[in-house]
């Protein structure tokens, strides 16, 4: 299969230099062209997708070469493009850095080569000027096939913008532009990263206009036509026979809480599960009294759950709603955010304690700075309800608070390093534990708890028919 359409990646030189910013400020301005646009995300981040959705109101994607092989990557790029003109790239932490903080494995630079991106690097000049000069030269020199092919030049004056500008360009690349510092393009952060899109005050106006100011700082029209040369892409594999075993036909009604507590998601885990006949039903553990009525499976994503103690512990409704759904045995999983609501109890960064939904024994906890942080590959050390003894799957951790019950059925290795410990509980009708698990690196995990779905259904259909 060969497709392909118009592309670019936006990527710098480290975290914290406007790629959110600028990517979502691009999408705005092509949108207001009508554009029709795809984003995608490089690594395993949730919030900076959520930004993008904000702007094109459609799911984004995450790219990541930890998570799939190439071909897959590939794969994924092209199916989720076919209807759009372009697809932005966002990067992740600095261009080159990858797996360990040592090697360009699932790094920014990684994707570009997979994908065969035009990359535009975003220099963030506040607090410099000529010395942006050196640092373009070593990120160009680093890799021979870096594909940066330009700049933008991120908080710096119209003044500085114009004397730098010959500098850069000098080494054989495009400056397509620059914004200076102000107030449409100051989004704050916290913990995890930026704040939520729902916590921006007049998000949209926000974005409306800093793509207005884009429009007269950077050259729009400069990074289309850049777009345009990204090669036609193939790939070879076919997305695993596992995925494609169930009729789509078969759907199976699971609950999934969506809210402002939990709210981190891979996009390619929702749509895999859909693909394998899932009906994902949202509900709020914040709002909602009830669980969805006939669900027969349940799946408690990440968030901040800990900003949210006193309304999810004082929602008694939900919580007893989330018990008798262990009760019945309804299959369930929870990752990170989640796996903290269900524990016993919850404790604040303030050090309040807050009864949660008593499903796992024990209490999470604030453990006062960044617990665990990267990639993982965790595998079954015994039989699980949703996988096999050996059976890995890849994900990721990023947590700041720790549990009394982290769960032992599992052991998470960081790829390429002698670390290991051990992780997940998994009992029954439950698996629940700290790692956000990318479902398409081991189809097989969805699949059994969809199985475990299905065997609720029909347990249900036997009882409604009076069996």
Same mark, same amino acid.
């Given at each position: 299969?060969? #497709? ?10 480290? @975290? ?11 999408? #705005? ?50 199916? *989720? ?5 372009? @697809? ?33 690097? /975003? ?16 990120? &160009?020199?680093?890799? =021979?096939?870096?594909? /940066? ?8 004056? %119209? ?28 989004? @704050? ?53 596992? *995925?494609?075993?169930?009729? !789509? !036909?078969?759907?199976?009604? $699971?609950?999934? +809480? ?11 885990? =929702? ?10 039903? %949202?509900? @709020? ?5 009830? &669980? ?34 262990? =009760? ?32 796992? %024994? ?16 965790? +595998? ?12 890995? $799957? ?24 002698? $670390? ?14 700290? %790692? ?11 699949? =059994?708890?969809? *199985? ?16």
């Amino acid at each position: 299969m060969n #497709q392909g359409n118009k592309r670019i990646m936006l990527a710098a030189p480290k @975290s914290g230099s406007g790629k959110t910013m600028i990517t979502c400020g691009l999408l #705005q301005a092509f949108l207001l062209r009508g554009i029709t646009c795809r984003s995608f995300k490089c690594g395993p981040d949730y919030i900076d997708p959520m930004f993008h959705k904000a702007v094109l109101g459609i799911d984004g994607g995450n790219l990541d070469t930890f998570f799939l092989d190439n071909d897959s990557v590939r794969e994924l790029l092209i199916r *989720e493009s076919e209807e759009a003109e372009i @697809s932005v790239i966002e990067g992740v932490m600095g261009y080159y850095d990858g797996m360990g903080g040592d090697s360009t494995w699932a790094s920014s630079y990684e994707v570009a080569c997979t994908v065969e991106a035009p990359v535009v690097l /975003i220099l963030d000049c506040a607090g410099a000027s000529l010395s942006l000069a050196a640092v373009l030269k070593g990120f &160009l020199e680093f890799r =021979r096939d870096s594909h /940066i092919k330009g700049v933008i030049l991120n908080r710096i004056s %119209p003044a500085m913008a114009e004397r730098l500008t010959p500098q850069l360009e000098a080494m054989g690349i495009r400056v397509f532009g620059y914004l200076p510092q102000c107030a449409e393009a100051d989004f @704050s952060s916290r913990h995890l990263g930026l704040v939520l899109p729902s916590e921006v005050e007049g998000l949209k106006d926000k974005l409306k206009k800093l793509a207005y100011k884009m429009e007269e700082t950077v050259d729009i029209d400069g990074l289309l036509k850049l777009s345009e040369t990204a090669p036609v892409l193939s790939f070879e594999s076919e997305r695993s026979r596992k *995925e494609k075993s169930i009729p !789509s !036909s078969e759907k199976v009604p $699971v609950g999934i +809480a969506v809210d402002e507590a939990f709210c981190f998601y891979y996009q390619e885990n =929702r749509k895999l599960l859909e693909e394998m006949g899932a009906e994902l039903i %949202p509900f @709020s553990p914040l709002r909602d009294s009830r &669980l969805p009525a006939g669900i027969c499976g349940l799946i408690l994503g990440g968030g901040y759950p800990e900003l949210y103690l006193k309304q999810l512990s004082g929602n008694q409704d939900m919580l007893r709603e989330i018990r008798e759904a262990n =009760r019945n045995k309804i299959p369930i999983l929870a990752e990170c955010g989640g796996f903290l609501y269900l524990h016993e109890e919850l404790e604040s960064e303030e050090h309040e304690v807050c009864r949660m939904a008593g499903v796992i %024994p024990g209490r999470a906890f604030p453990a006062g700075r960044l617990k665990r942080f990267g990639y993982i590959e965790a +595998a079954a050390k015994d039989d699980m309800p949703f996988l096999k003894k050996g059976e890995s $799957v890849r994900g990721h951790e990023f947590h700041y608070w720790d549990s009394t019950n982290n769960g032992t059925q599992m052991e998470a290795r960081k790829p390429g390093r002698n $670390v290991k410990w051990d992780c997940v509980l998994a009992k029954d009708n439950v698996m629940a534990g700290f %790692p956000h698990f990318y479902y398409p690196s081991n189809p097989g995990l969805p699949g =059994r708890f969809l *199985e475990a779905c299905r065997q609720v259904m029909k347990r249900k259909d036997k009882t409604h028919e009076g069996i």
